[in-house]
């Protein structure tokens, strides 16, 4: 049966490898197209490009969500922090180790499906697993999905933080 017309997606997770890369960039440019189309600044200069993800499944960050055995989604998981993060302008939740994502994104024809909700609470499960009780991210101020979702998971703006590309919302949710 074709799940992929499910409302349910059945995902399967695992760690990206070389032989992803193509369709993950696949799935990026899909997403900077989405977000150029609604206006945002994220991703709309090169970032990320094959250089980056190239380095994320060398380092073995790279997670992909599967369905079908299609890859349709994308992300960097981080257990060793975010060196932009010790200049928060603002205020951490806590100060514990903690997960964080970066590059997360869906493919098109799955998307408005929960796919990365689902995405991040793997993330989340994986932190557990850890014995981690915090998660971090950033986004553009611009990026509505982005701050939506993250909303709806329980995360709470802490401030800003600054990379060469520009500033970031930082988020934080702990358990």
Same mark, same amino acid.
């Given at each position: 049966?074709?799940?992929?017309?499910?409302?349910? /997606?059945?995902?399967?997770?695992?760690?990206?490898?070389?032989?992803?890369?193509?369709?993950?960039?696949?799935?990026?440019?899909?997403?900077?197209?989405?977000?150029?189309?609604?206006?945002?600044?994220?991703?709309?200069?090169?970032?990320?490009?094959?250089?980056?993800?190239?380095?994320?499944?060398?380092?073995?960050?790279?997670?992909?969500?599967?369905?079908?055995?299609?890859?349709?989604?994308?992300?960097?998981?981080?257990?060793?922090?975010?060196?932009?993060?010790?200049?928060?302008?603002?205020?951490?939740?806590?100060?514990?180790?903690?997960?964080?994502?970066?590059? /997360?994104?869906?493919?098109?024809?799955?998307?408005?499906?929960?796919?990365?909700?689902?995405?991040?609470?793997?993330?989340?499960?994986?932190?557990?697993?850890?014995?981690?009780?915090?998660?971090?991210?950033?986004?553009?101020?611009?990026?509505?999905?982005?701050?939506?979702?993250?909303?709806? /998971?329980?995360?709470?703006?802490?401030?800003?933080?600054?990379?060469?590309?520009?500033?970031?919302?930082?988020?934080?949710?702990?358990?």
């Amino acid at each position: 049966m074709n799940t992929m017309n499910k409302k349910n /997606l059945e995902l399967d997770f695992r760690t990206a490898t070389p032989d992803d890369v193509t369709c993950v960039l696949r799935i990026i440019a899909q997403a900077q197209a989405q977000m150029k189309a609604l206006g945002s600044e994220q991703w709309q200069d090169g970032y990320p490009a094959r250089g980056d993800i190239m380095v994320d499944v060398m380092s073995g960050v790279g997670c992909v969500a599967e369905c079908e055995g299609r890859v349709v989604a994308y992300c960097a998981v981080v257990f060793d922090g975010e060196p932009a993060y010790e200049a928060l302008c603002g205020e951490w939740l806590s100060q514990q180790d903690y997960v964080v994502v970066h590059r /997360l994104a869906v493919a098109d024809e799955v998307k408005r499906r929960g796919v990365a909700t689902r995405v991040m609470r793997h993330v989340e499960e994986m932190a557990r697993q850890r014995g981690l009780r915090s998660f971090k991210i950033d986004t553009m101020h611009d990026n509505r999905y982005m701050h939506t979702m993250l909303a709806t /998971l329980g995360f709470k703006a802490c401030g800003t933080v600054r990379y060469a590309s520009g500033e970031r919302v930082a988020f934080e949710k702990t358990w």
